[in-house]
C-alpha cells in the first residue's frame, strides 16, 4: 500500500473506523462495535477543518458543530454568557509550546552561553501567560509535558530577572545589545502571534531589538524543513504524555551523542494548558476520542460534529 495510500486508507484497531477523508473538507469516522473495549457511545464522528476563529465560534453558537476546541482565551467568556454552550478545561495532555533558538545554524551573539541564559532571564512567563493568554498555561522547566516519562519537576524555569540578564549581556560584550528576528506561524498555536510580540518587547528592556516574521503554516513548515527560521522560532509538541525525556536528545541537539556546551540550544517553553474545550449546551457530554490519522493536525483547525446520539 505504501505511506501515500495508507494516509487515505488507514487500518488500525482502535474504537473508530475510517469511513472517509475529504481533503481540507471532512473526515469522517464511525464507531467500531467489536472493539474489544466495548462500542463507543458516539455512533459516528465527522471532524471538518475550520481555519478561521470567527467562523469556528459561529458553528457552535448556530448549533452546526457539537465541539470546537483551541478557542482563543479572549473568546471564552463571550461563550459562555452565550448561554448556548459552555466551556470545559481539561488538565490533561496538552502542547509543550517553546521558542527554540539555535546556535551552530547561524553565527551570531546566541553562540554565547551566556547571552542565551540571558534572553530567558529576559522574559517574563509569568506576565506573558497571565496576560496574553490569561492564565491558560504553566511555566515549565524543560520540554515535556508532566505526563511524559522523564519529566522532571524539580527542574524549574530560569525566571524573571532583567538585570541579570543585562549583567550578562554586559559580560559577553553585548551591554549595548543586538539585533535578532523571532519567526512566528500564524495561529497555528494559541495566541502565537501575540506572545512572540511580548517576548520582543521584553528583549528589548534589555537592549535585544528583536524583530518579530510571521509566516503563513505551510511556508513556515518548508522554512523549518529547510532550517531558514533562524536563529528563534516558535514551535509545539505533545499529546497526554506520548514522548520520551530522549525525544529532547535528538531534537535539540544537533549530534546523537551528548553534546558540548557549544553545540546546545536554548529553549524558552510553556505548557498550555490543553485549551479551551467548547461543548454546545443541551447535549449530554459522552467523551470524545481522536483517531491517529488527525492527531497530527492542530487541533484548533477542527470541528467535531456529532450525528447521531449516545
Not at 54 to 60: E, P, Y
Not at 142 to 159: D, M, Q, R, S, T
Not at 212 to 217: A, F, K, L, N, T
Request: aromatic share 8%.
Amino acid at each position: 500500500m505504501g505511506d501515500a495510500g495508507f494516509a487515505v486508507k488507514p487500518v488500525g484497531t482502535g474504537p473508530y473506523k475510517f469511513v472517509e477523508w475529504v481533503k481540507d473538507e471532512r473526515l469522517v469516522l464511525e464507531a467500531n462495535k467489536d472493539y474489544h473495549r466495548g462500542a463507543p457511545a458516539i455512533e459516528r464522528l465527522i471532524f471538518r477543518p475550520v481555519p478561521e476563529l470567527t467562523t469556528r465560534v459561529a458553528a457552535l453558537m448556530s448549533g452546526q458543530a457539537d465541539l470546537v476546541s483551541d478557542v482563543p482565551p479572549d473568546q471564552t467568556g463571550k461563550i459562555q454568557a452565550s448561554g448556548n454552550a459552555h466551556v470545559e478545561i481539561s488538565s490533561l495532555g496538552g502542547f509543550v509550546i517553546m521558542v527554540k533558538m539555535t546556535n551552530y545554524l547561524m553565527p551570531g551573539p546566541w553562540q554565547d552561553v551566556r547571552v542565551r541564559k540571558a534572553i530567558n532571564y529576559a522574559i517574563d512567563m509569568d506576565t506573558i501567560i497571565k496576560t496574553v493568554l490569561e492564565g491558560y498555561g504553566v511555566v515549565l522547566g524543560v520540554p515535556l509535558e508532566k505526563e511524559a516519562f522523564g519529566f522532571n519537576p524539580n527542574i524549574k524555569w530560569y525566571g524573571y530577572d532583567p538585570e541579570r540578564a543585562k549583567t550578562l549581556l554586559r559580560e559577553a560584550g553585548y551591554a549595548n545589545g543586538f539585533e535578532m528576528t523571532l519567526h512566528a506561524p500564524n495561529r497555528r498555536y494559541m495566541n502565537d502571534i501575540e506572545v512572540m510580540q511580548a517576548m520582543a518587547q521584553m528583549l528589548s528592556k534589555v537592549g535585544i531589538k528583536a524583530k518579530v516574521e510571521v509566516w503563513e503554516q505551510s511556508i513556515y513548515t518548508t522554512k523549518w524543513r529547510k532550517r531558514e527560521l533562524l536563529p528563534a522560532y516558535m514551535t509545539a509538541w505533545g499529546g497526554a504524555g506520548v514522548f520520551d525525556g530522549d525525544l529532547l536528545t535528538s531534537s535539540l541537539h544537533s549530534s546523537p551523542r551528548w553534546p558540548s556546551s557549544r553545540t546546545r540550544r536554548s529553549t524558552r517553553c510553556w505548557r498550555r494548558r490543553r485549551p479551551p474545550t467548547i461543548r454546545s449546551a443541551g447535549r449530554r457530554s459522552t467523551g470524545r476520542r481522536r483517531s491517529s490519522s488527525t492527531s497530527r493536525r492542530p487541533s484548533s483547525r477542527r470541528i467535531s460534529r456529532r450525528t447521531s446520539s449516545a
